[in-house]
């Protein structure tokens, strides 16, 4: 396995975690780096480099960002996003992986980037319906920009420093796993 090869999978987690976060934006940042040549997709995928597949990313980034801002509508956007995670996590990381071949590249497609995509995504709907609950919805808006904030700084990473988004996606799952073992020790009243 060459260098190369490492960091496209590194790339592909790092979108794969933002993706849990907001599923279009790291899409239309995947979009941007192939549309300006910072980075090389897959051959099969070259058209997400594509004028138009930037600006329907771009128009779906913006919607999506929006729409986690108004109440009941952000509630049922984790809803929907949940699966639509599970496709776009791993087709960041199907159209970055390198030089594997088509049956590990899908392997690992599925596993690492649908899988990350899933878990933080499950996480993320978890602490906003926390949030619903304990706030009647005022917190909410903290908890979406807090989101799309994670999502634009794993993509800039992801794609600007693979290595340092991978460490990062180690953290948040870090991160999860100790919260989660806090909740489950909670006594029952």
């Known amino acids: 396995m060459t260098m190369e090869t490492v960091i496209s999978i590194f790339l592909g987690i790092g ?112 602490t906003r319906l926390s949030s619903t609950v304990s706030t009647a919805g005022f917190g909410n808006p903290i908890v979406s920009t807090v989101e799309t904030g994670t999502s634009v700084v794993m993509s800039v990473l992801a794609i600007f420093v693979p290595i340092i988004a991978f460490l990062f996606v180690l953290l948040i799952f870090y991160v999860l796993y100790r919260l989660f073992k806090k909740v489950r020790r909670k006594p029952k009243a």
């Open 15 to 126: 979108l794969a975690a933002s993706v849990g976060f907001r599923v279009f934006l790291p899409l239309f940042a995947l979009s941007l780096a192939a549309y300006f040549d910072v980075w090389q997709l897959n051959d099969s995928w070259q058209w997400i480099g594509s004028q138009s597949a930037l600006i329907v990313l771009g128009v779906a980034t913006i919607v999506e960002i929006f729409g986690y801002y108004i109440p009941l509508i952000d509630n049922a956007l984790d809803t929907i996003a949940i699966p639509l995670a599970t496709v776009a996590g791993t087709a960041v990381m199907v159209s970055t992986v390198a030089d594997l071949s088509p049956v590990v590249t899908w392997a690992l497609a599925i596993i690492a980037g649908g899988g990350t995509a899933v878990a933080i995504k499950s996480s993320a709907s978890v």
